[in-house]
């Protein structure tokens, strides 16, 4: 199985902070990448698809990028409702996620 | 608006074997795949598998032998079955749609996401 990390595991921010999370791959998946944000106690959601399409309805401080092993979420300006946790999901071979990575205020 | 409802018992004794329904209301069941993921308590995410209305499956290889996914196009349901329970199968149980599409921005592939979820079960493994 194509395995998935991320990092950091976590990270300290403050409100318009510019975030970036990192997800890598064991091998090449292309842009078959996905991201996903959940707060506590709620599903999670989906924020990007295909590495970089963001998905309707999600602000546009939320932006995807990379190909191949190698992506990053940013947020651009890190506003009070996007204290969560995120993760990456890769879909080139089954659907899994990376272990997460959670932001919170510093 | 599709909207996902998880449904089953909350306490399973070990050994057993855990049994939810996730409804489908407001869009058909039909031409779309659908999931099931769980969240062990303080822990990730983990996909468990999934189900095209058809009926083929895709599971996790971690737990391939223990689960099975079923789908009742009749009832606009999938379930999800997980034999031989124990504690470490204590978790919230999220069912998913999972939207498909063969091209973005251009590029042409096979892109999954999961794009609807249910609120999510608890579901505890204790005797």
């Known amino acids: 199985d194509i395995q998935m990390t991320q990092s950091p595991s976590s990270l300290s921010a403050s409100v318009g902070d510019r975030v970036t999370i990192t997800c890598r791959a064991s091998q090449s998946i292309s842009n078959y990448l996905n991201w996903y944000q959940q707060k506590p106690g709620t599903a999670p959601k989906l924020l990007i698809y295909?590495?970089?399409s963001l998905q309707s309805g999600v602000p546009s401080r939320f932006s995807g990028s990379g190909s191949g092993t190698d992506f990053t979420l940013t947020i651009s300006s890190l506003q009070p409702e996007d204290f969560a946790t995120y993760y990456c999901?890769?879909?080139?071979?089954?659907?899994?996620f990376g272990p997460g990575t959670k932001v919170d205020l510093k | 608006q599709v909207q996902l409802q998880e449904s089953g018992p909350g306490l399973v004794k070990p050994s057993e074997t855990l049994s939810l329904t996730c409804t489908v209301s407001?869009?058909?069941?039909?031409?779309?795949?659908w999931s099931w993921i769980r969240q062990p308590p303080g822990k990730g995410l983990e996909w468990i598998g999934y189900?095209?209305?058809?009926?083929?499956?895709n599971y996790n290889r971690s737990l391939k032998s223990r689960v099975t996914i079923s789908v009742d196009t009749s009832k606009n349901q999938f379930s999800l079955k997980l034999n031989s329970v124990t504690a470490a199968d204590t978790a919230v149980y999220y069912c998913?749609?999972?939207?498909?599409?063969?091209?973005?921005?251009?590029?042409?592939?096979?892109?999954?996401?999961?794009?609807?979820w249910g609120k999510g079960t608890t579901v505890t493994v204790s005797s």
């Open positions: 295909a590495a970089s």
């Open positions: 999901q890769q879909s080139y071979s089954a659907l899994l």
């Open positions: 998913a749609r999972v939207t498909g599409i063969t091209m973005v921005r251009g590029v042409k592939g096979n892109y999954y996401y999961m794009d609807v």
């Open positions: 407001g869009g058909s069941i039909s031409s779309h795949y």
């Open positions: 189900i095209y209305d058809s009926g083929r499956t």
